[in-house]
C-alpha cells in the first residue's frame, strides 16, 4: 500500500494531490517515498517530472514548513536539476496556522502549498517556481529602496514576469537598463560630456563612448558593469537549454542577472544624480 508510513488522513491527502499532480504536470516519472538524487538529503513523499527538464515535489505534512525541508532547500537550490516543491496538507492544518505566520514563511522561501479538505477537493493555494529561480518579495523590496518611483514601478512589472517566466523577466530587466542608459548618454550629449555622434551607435558603443569620456571617469565602474551585463544577459536569454543541467545553470543566471540589473540600476542612477542628468524611462 503506497504512502503507509502516513496517518490515514494524511494518506488520503498524499492520494488526491497526487492524483492532482498528475492531471495537472502529467503522470511522467512519477516516484513516491524515494530520494530524488543522492545530492539531496530528502526524500520527498513524491516528485515527477514538469516537461523535460523541471521535477515537481511534494512533501506531505500537517505541520506546517517542517525541518525536512527547511534542510533541504540549500541542496535543491544547487541541484542541476530545477526543482519546484510544494507541501501539501489538510485545509484544516492551513487555516489553523495562527495568523499564517508559517505559511507566509513557506511562500517567503519559495514554497508552494496544496491543501486537501475532508472531501477530497484538492486547491494549489499557492503556486511556486524552481527554488533556484525564486527571489523573495522582502529580498526585491530591499534591493530597489534606492531607485526612483518610476524605475521601481518598471521593475516591478518584470519582477512579475519574472515569477511565472525567468527568461522574459530578465529581458525586461535589461530592457531597463538600456532605458537608463540611453537617458544618462541623452544628458550628457545635453551636458557636452559625450559627442553627439555617440546617440546614433550600438548599445555597446555608446556605452564605450560614456566610458571613455573623462567627464564620466568617476563611474566607469558603473558603465563598465554595464557593458558586461548587456552582454551576458542577451548571451543568457537567447540560448534554450539542451538539457536537464543547462535549465538549472540558466535558471540560477537569470536570477542572478535580475538582481544584477537592479544593483545597476542604481549605481547608474547615482551617476545621473552627481551629474545632474534626468532619467526617464520608457518600456514597451
Known sequence: MVFDTLSER?????LHSLAFCRDRYGNNGVKIEEGIDDAIMWRPSYFLKLGKFKIVAVEVEDNLYPETLKGAAHDISHYDFPISVYQACTLEAFLGDPK??????LKKHGFGIITVDDEG????????????????PDVFDSAI????????VAFRSAYTVYETNETQGLQEAGQIVEAIISAILTGAIKAGDVGAGAGGQTLANRIDAMYASQALAGHRAALGGTREFVQEFRNTVS???KNAKQAAEKIRKCRRGFLEAIDLAVKLRLLA???GYKIKVHIG
Not at 10 to 14: E, H, T
Not at 145 to 152: D, V
Open 100 to 105: 499564517h505566520k508559517k505559511v507566509a514563511l
Open 239 to 241: 540560448h534554450p537549454a
Open 10 to 14: 494524511l494518506r488520503q491527502v498524499a
Open 273 to 275: 544624480q552627481a551629474k
Open 121 to 136: 477537493n484538492t486547491v494549489v493555494q499557492h503556486a511556486c517556481v524552481p527554488l533556484a529561480q525564486h527571489i523573495s
Open 145 to 152: 529602496s534606492e531607485l526612483s518611483p518610476q524605475i521601481k
